[in-house]
């Protein structure tokens, strides 16, 4: 099955497919008291009647399998960049260049460079 989730950063429509086997046990309503332990623990689906109701099974088992982080492939991949509005994350190398500018800028004798120069 395909399920459409939106990007944990994006929030961009994100198209998923899952293939997962599913393995449920049930058991006839008149065993539920001698498997008692395994109700309680929901471990064993019961029977209603003669029939097998696969809803809550398939529906839990999608519930679970779903990702909690989900990206589009252009941020797997790290082309993305990631910003916002008055922010961005850089590289350590970044960071340590742009906080050197700042320092040199913030300078109060930076003016007086280049004033003996000869020219």
Not at 69 to 87: F, Y
């Amino acid at each position: 099955y395909d399920i459409t989730l939106p990007s944990s950063r994006s929030l961009e429509p994100v198209t998923l497919s899952f293939n997962y086997p599913v393995s449920e046990t049930f058991i006839q309503e008149a065993d539920a008291a001698l498997q008692k332990e395994l109700v309680e623990e929901n471990l064993v689906l019961i029977l209603d009647g003669d029939t097998i109701n696969l809803d809550e099974s398939i529906l839990d088992n999608i519930l679970l399998n779903i990702p909690l982080r989900v990206l589009t492939p252009e941020e797997e991949s790290g082309q993305i960049s990631l910003s916002g509005n008055d922010w961005e994350v850089l590289s350590e190398e970044d960071f340590a260049a742009l906080q050197q500018e700042k320092k040199e800028a913030s300078n109060p004798f930076a003016q007086l460079n280049g004033l003996f120069d000869e020219n």
